[in-house]
């Protein structure tokens, strides 16, 4: 299989999503982002905004319950009370990313891809994290937001992330384990992650990047 998946979960501030359109950009392949949730709306037929609010704020009272995580990708009909239920949303999500992965190579960022993606052989799976200050510092810089104001956005952003992830995973979002390559940022410069990212799937799959691209 010549094609190959690049899951990127990522601290906010930490650089992640440059990271992955730089090595995007490299291997002229696709970075899944929100585009991943206009595909799923177009293969359920589910409005994209409710994919977008369900993306963007997990609601609270999910965080006590236990999603069915052994049928990842099976998806609910129109005719289920639960079709438009976050999980279904999620789940329409894990049978794009499942189908892509068969036919093409791209980069995913979040969505716990890491862990529903973990069981084919042409994944490669990835954590950029960095320290809180400088996370703050490069939002700062990015947004032009003042000390508290980016101190607050990385605060409540990683909360989500990691409540997300614990939620579909039942895994901690930053535990190293749960992923081929861990990364901190802030040691090594955008620039090395990007090359380390592309040495390893070189390594890992067995595969020539400079053919592929």
Not at 1 to 24: C, H, P
Not at 121 to 135: G, L
Not at 178 to 186: E, F, H, I, M
């Amino acid at each position: 299989m010549k094609n190959y998946v690049i899951t990127i979960a990522r601290g906010f501030g930490s650089g992640g999503k440059q990271i992955g359109l730089k090595i995007a950009s490299d291997l002229n392949i696709r970075l899944m982002d929100k585009e991943l949730l206009q595909l799923a709306s177009i293969d359920s037929g589910i409005n994209e905004e409710l994919f977008a609010l369900a993306d963007e704020k997990l609601n609270r009272k999910l965080l006590m319950q236990v999603p069915d995580r052994e049928h990842y990708g099976n998806v609910l009909t129109p005719e289920n009370s639960k079709f438009v239920s976050d999980l279904n949303l999620f789940n329409y999500q894990v049978k794009i990313l499942r189908m892509l992965a068969q036919t093409e190579s791209f980069i995913v960022m979040g969505k716990a891809a890491n862990f529903v993606l973990r069981d084919l052989p042409n994944v490669v799976s990835v954590s950029i994290q960095a320290p809180y200050d400088s996370c703050v510092k490069s939002i700062m810089e990015r947004s032009g937001m003042t000390e508290s104001e980016a101190g607050r956005a990385v605060r409540h952003t990683n909360k989500y992330r990691s409540d997300y992830h614990k939620y579909y995973t039942g895994e901690n979002w930053t535990d190293p384990v749960g992923y081929d390559l861990s990364l901190n940022s802030a040691r090594l410069s955008r620039d090395s992650c990007v090359e380390i990212i592309k040495k390893t799937v070189s390594q890992k799959l067995g595969i020539d990047l400079a053919v592929t691209e």
